[in-house]
């Protein structure tokens, strides 16, 4: 057995074609190919999967089961595995309490060092801690944040209590917490809100604990008054029980956040902020963007500090290093977006001293500028000389070209992909025949005749986080692309200041449509409704035998196609569902054929395969426009749960595509696709144009930036650095500008210098 490599024997799982491949260890292998070849297939669904699979069966049940759970892929065998570490694209979440600061431990180093030579000396690092009782401020708990009612919305005025003044839910008419206030003889239940004095006000919305002294009979005898505002504090905010899981929604309709009137948002209390070095507390420090902090810790010279200042150093230059410098400690880690996340899991390992791991990544292209994507190949190196195999699944040609090695996975996607077509140098790559290849060799080119606007949206005075208080003008009509590195204003600017302008602006993101096990395109498009009845009036049938939730699933699965069986302490296992063989339905109703075809073998079919069997103009026309998004290769009945951000973004692309005379905001739509589907985005989106919309695009790709009819580039960095308009106009003049970055590496694209 050759040790230098990861020899994988008869791969085939999801669309791969019983394949066999080696790859190199303590080198960096990128696997290319267009969505849907098979590149995850093989490298997150056998490779990795099979690794942590392995690594879990290590330990006891009891932890086992506390881990993610890993089935075996589809796989003779893999050979000289080693550990994988997948550093993926899913969002850190997190709640309040977790922060860029605290999920990197860099936050842990600085009250380390405050406990050390922070004057005066108020405890040790623990007492510096938010999440700490004894350094946390009382008030918020350590949140910063302080959620209250805003009485406008809470109230009707203009109503009484009987006639549903108050809006809260279970305080409306019949609703039993209302029957407190009625009852308690405080108030004429007829008289509208308005009209109370400031007393009888007071007395609705504050009071609390008070004795009633002239009650209704069904007043209950023992029960204090308690207001409006202590009541729903006591009942909905404090607590996290069934009945605000249950009026989750409603809540937030009447709860406004604000920064805690004590701490000012710091988090912590009095005596931990006066504790300083050279007159900054930590909240001041942590409120610093990174590449700020930086400097201030640098220039502490004390040697008793020395150790802890050099790993400080060390773990913000990572940050740093990696385009993350905008960034400050205190930022909620929910609030990033999966580019920011991935690439703060990459700092974590780069503190790491093991060696000889798999590290796995998934497009860390994703959301970075191309100034940014020098920094990403330079901790991808580190890596590899660290001693680790590096497997990178991405598109960008950028971060193919310090491929050791490349893997090119096609020819095609679905069930026209599963193989390895190309593997060896980037530079044979390049020569190969292979869809990769050839778009390697291409010379882009920008726009030649670029589209005249027919009006302008305009933005005043736009200041919100790091905006310097910019005015610009969108043009209508055309597609304008926004561009700039991560965090210099491009998602605040387009995202949240502009809606406040205009409204009316329909936001096509990766976010997830209502995706559970039972939604798939079919059901999503509503074409499944309308192959349901071509069914039944084809076989003379019920329409509701045809639904996978309804009267024809299968009894077992309940029409999912599997069983997941619960093993209480052990993983729980996923089948194919004995009694349907994955089928989803019942045999009687397998029977029933359209065209020779049943109702389970058309969800099997892909977009592709689909598009050639219906006939039907109405379900035709939505095929079509899933095949112009690009996703061809996706079958009818897969989950959405299981599709990625970027095809959940192109299905409702899809959906958009014959409406017109629209303001449409797509945000980074080459996420996730191959050079050569970006040609096809970019003719989608040229299509939305010619039916007389408005389309801006916040993207990085540089090939749609040579698409752009219009460009507005922000900048010059991110962060506090960032936030001003660079440049404004057409792509022609973007080259020319010396001031802006993605002017420069986009001259240096199209001209290959």
């Known amino acids: 057995m050759n040790n230098n490599y990861i020899q994988v024997f008869g791969a085939r799982e999801r669309n791969l074609k019983n394949i066999d491949v080696k790859i190199p260890k303590k080198e960096i292998t990128v696997f290319t190919g267009v969505s849907g070849s098979g590149k995850s297939s093989l490298v997150f669904d056998t490779i990795a999967a099979e690794s942590q699979r392995q690594l879990n069966e290590t330990y006891t049940s009891f932890i086992r089961h506390r881990m993610p759970h890993y089935g075996q892929p589809d796989v003779d065998t893999i050979e000289n595995l080693s550990v994988a570490f997948v550093i993926n694209q899913k969002r850190l979440g997190g709640n309040a309490r977790s922060t860029v600061g605290t999920v990197t431990d860099i936050y842990s180093l600085l009250r380390l060092l405050f406990s050390r030579i922070g004057k005066p000396f108020v405890g040790y690092s623990d007492v510096f801690s938010f999440n700490n009782p004894t350094g946390m401020c009382n008030h918020c708990e350590g949140l910063g944040k302080i959620e209250t009612i805003d009485i406008e919305r809470l109230l009707d005025k203009n109503r009484s209590l009987n006639q549903g003044a108050i809006r809260f839910p279970t305080f409306e008419p019949g609703g039993w917490r209302l029957t407190r206030y009625i009852y308690s003889g405080f108030f004429d239940n007829d008289k509208k809100i308005q009209d109370y004095s400031q007393e009888e006000l007071e007395m609705l919305l504050y009071a609390d604990g008070i004795k009633v002294k002239n009650p209704t009979p069904e007043w209950h005898k023992t029960s204090l008054y308690e207001g409006l505002i202590p009541r729903i504090e006591r009942s909905f905010l404090k607590k996290e029980d069934g009945e605000k899981v249950r009026y989750k929604k409603e809540i937030e309709g009447f709860v406004t956040k604000q920064d805690c009137p004590h701490c000012h948002g710091t988090r912590l209390n009095d005596k931990v902020l006066s504790c300083k070095i050279d007159g900054k507390n930590i909240s001041d420090c942590s409120i610093m963007q990174i590449s700020e902090l930086l400097e201030f810790i640098q220039r502490i010279d004390i040697p008793v500090a ?252 309940k029409g999912l196609g599997m069983t997941y069986t619960d093993l209480a302490f052990m993983d729980t296992i996923v089948t194919l569902c004995e009694e349907c063989h994955g089928n989803r339905f019942t045999d009687e109703v397998l029977q029933y054929k359209l065209r020779d075809k049943n109702i389970s073998d058309i969800l099997k079919m892909t977009v592709t395969e689909a598009m050639d069997f219906f006939r039907e103009k109405d379900i035709a026309t939505v095929l079509k426009r899933l095949s112009d998004v690009g996703i061809t290769y996706i079958t009818l009945g897969q989950p959405l749960n299981t599709l990625s951000g970027g095809e959940l973004q192109r299905i409702k692309l899809a959906s958009e595509l014959e409406n017109g005379r629209q303001i449409y905001v797509l945000d980074e739509p080459s996420t996730g696709l191959h050079m050569a589907d970006i040609k096809q985005l970019n003719n989608v989106m040229n299509r939305l144009v010619e039916h007389n919309s408005t389309l801006i695009v916040i993207e990085h790709n540089l090939d749609i930036i040579c698409q752009a009819d219009w460009v507005i580039d922000l900048g010059p960095y991110g962060g506090q650095n960032g936030g001003k308009i660079m440049f404004t106009g057409l792509p022609e003049d973007l080259v020319k500008c010396k001031d802006s970055l993605t002017g420069s590496y986009l001259k240096k694209y199209i001209t290959g210098i």
């Open 306 to 557: 020395a150790t802890i200042i050099s790993e400080l150093v060390s773990r913000l230059l990572h940050m740093e290093s990696i385009g993350l410098g905008y960034l400050s400690l205190c930022r909620e880690t929910s609030t990033l977006s999966g580019g920011e996340s991935q690439r703060i899991k990459m700092v974590s390992q780069l503190g790491s001293s093991l060696t000889d791991l798999t590290y796995i990544f998934d497009e860390p292209s994703i959301g970075l500028h191309p100034h940014d994507i020098n920094k990403i190949n330079g901790l991808m190196k580190l890596l590899r000389d660290k001693g680790n195999t590096v497997l990178i699944v991405e598109h960008d040609p950028d971060i193919i070209k310090i491929a050791d090695h490349v893997i090119d996975m096609g020819p095609g996607a679905g069930i026209h992909g599963g193989e390895i077509v190309y593997q060896g140098n980037l530079l044979q790559l390049k020569e190969s025949n292979t869809l990769t290849g050839k778009y390697l060799s291409y010379h882009p080119k920008l726009k030649s005749q670029t589209r005249k606007p027919n009006g302008w949206l305009s933005i005043q005075n736009a200041a919100l986080h790091n905006l310097k208080n910019i005015s610009v003008k969108i043009p209508r009509g055309v597609m304008t692309v926004v561009t700039g590195v991560a965090g210099s204003g491009k998602s605040t600017l387009i995202n949240q200041v502009l809606p406040r302008f205009y409204p009316e602006i329909v936001f096509i993101d990766q976010k997830g449509v209502q995706a559970t096990k039972r939604s798939n395109i079919a059901t999503y498009t509503g074409i499944f409704d309308r192959i349901r009845k071509l069914f039944a009036k084809e076989n003379g049938v019920n329409t509701s035998l045809f639904s996978f939730n309804s009267q024809g699933a299968c009894p077992v699965c």
